[in-house]
């Protein structure tokens, strides 16, 4: 009797999800559900990207948490519009809870999504929540088996962020190693090296970022 | 209808967790349940635990992954008998996993088990799996924000490891928040600070687990 209840939820998500991703589509926004272990990086890299694009793109952010505003003030004070989540247990984000941000946002005044879903390398894998792409972090001092050790999250994923690349002078990680298997799970997969402390190769994400809202726009 | 079914499964688990606990005290053997985010260094404090406590006291160990044999390869190396559980998708062990796990193990040559759940800081929190104590890691490059952000995991453990210190001079952590918010969580909570990977400040855990086993054995 188990998986059927899964596959139920999983279809009642999905069919929110798809009103998420009209609602966004109308107002021509392009989203972004950003993944990964806790403490990975997500809200340090919305923060620059907010700071970065700022007086081009206007940013929207939701913050998914077990519990505490702790992220959405940090999102705060860029001054980009910011709702938070607090699943109250939930490891994961889902599209309902998305429907219920979105609802509190001002979506003219919106050009990217990105939604933070919970610090969890496991849960979030299957719950689609309108977004157009999926991007999961992983940092250098989680360790290099990370792909290896936790491939459906990669697999569903558009891009991964290799984050805190300043960090590898100071211990043993196999950049080389991760990206090879990154590319194992999902050939397709785009891959991007940086900081999101220091700013290193950060450009390149904002780049992706850039373009691929452009080609949403124009499809 | 979704509350009771999830009752019902935690009260399934603990009547295994409890023959799980029976077991390894008609053998004399402490048990620890070593929880944390994905790359928070568990095998690394095990494998430095084995190496630490060789000749002295004979560890198991039970890897907890959603794939791969990638841990219980570091572990084997060390000589101690290590049995690995793949949950192929869930993400936490149970009870019943870990009953399955002790079959596999010859428990008159284990004093201590250590049991590496899956990399999570969310779902672990709920299941007992028959262990004395349950252990929490949280590392440094994760960002002190951790206790407050996924408070459970704090709340239901006994000890709670600081890892990764080494990393404190190339990055903003403050320690003693992290120390105050796991005491404001949980008052009688152990706090350890050491790094698994040079050895630092690792002889305290050592001592306090030696000191839990020795008790266990005259209660």
Known sequence: ?????????????????????????????????????PGAGKTTLIERTINTLKGELKIGVIEGDIQSTHDSEIIAKTGAQVVQINTGGACHLDANMVSKAIEQLDLSSIDILLIENVGNLVCPSNFWLGEDKKVVLTSVPEGDDKPLKYPSIFLVSDAVIINKIDLLPYMTYDIDKVRQECLRIKPEIKIFQLSS???????????????????????
Chains 1, 2 share one sequence.
């Open 197 to 219: 402390k220091t700013g290193e190769r950060f450009d390149e994400w904002i780049e992706w970022l850039k373009e691929l809202r452009k080609e949403k726009l124009q499809g």
């Open 1 to 37: 009797m188990k998986v059927p209840i899964v596959a139920n939820i999983l279809k009642a998500n999905d069919s929110i999800a798809q009103q998420n991703h009209e609602a966004l589509r109308a107002k021509k926004i392009f989203a972004v559900n950003i993944m990964s272990s």
